[in-house]
């Protein structure tokens, strides 16, 4: 299983970022999926996870808003949407997965996904 992250980089406050997630190793049609984050010193905290077998999705309440995740299974690729960047956005974001979890509200709360590589995130002006 390989989870491959990208698209992060420098953007403005106010600014938008699509990150790219590939998925290898499993088919994407079944488990759950989904990005999370984190800053130095902290834990890394849900984004948004998607049930790829239904399309629901879930956003914890602090993320719902400016935070919008699809898939395209043909591609074997989840994006995260990333609007009206804060700099409190800033952060390395990672894709994750759990194969035996197909809720994406199981997955946001799960403690021990598989991790992709992460991917830097800054908001600044």
């Known amino acids: 299983v390989q989870l491959q992250a990208s698209g992060g980089g420098l953007v403005q406050p106010g600014g938008s970022l699509r990150l790219s997630c590939v998925a290898s190793?499993?088919?994407?049609?079944?488990?759950?999926i989904g990005w999370f984050r984190q800053v130095p010193g902290k834990g890394r905290e849900a984004v948004s996870c998607l049930s790829t077998n239904n399309d629901i999705t879930y956003y914890p309440d602090s993320m719902k808003g400016r935070f919008t995740i699809s898939a395209d299974a043909a591609k074997s690729t989840v994006y995260l949407q990333m609007d009206n960047l804060r700099p409190e956005d800033t952060a390395v974001y990672f894709c994750?997965?759990?194969?035996?979890?197909?809720?994406?509200?199981?997955?946001?709360?799960?403690?021990?996904?598989?991790w992709g590589q992460g991917t830097q995130v800054t908001v600044s002006s």
């Open positions: 190793g499993f088919t994407l049609n079944r488990p759950a």
């Open positions: 994750a997965t759990d194969l035996g979890q197909s809720s994406s509200y199981a997955l946001c709360h799960s403690r021990s996904p598989i």
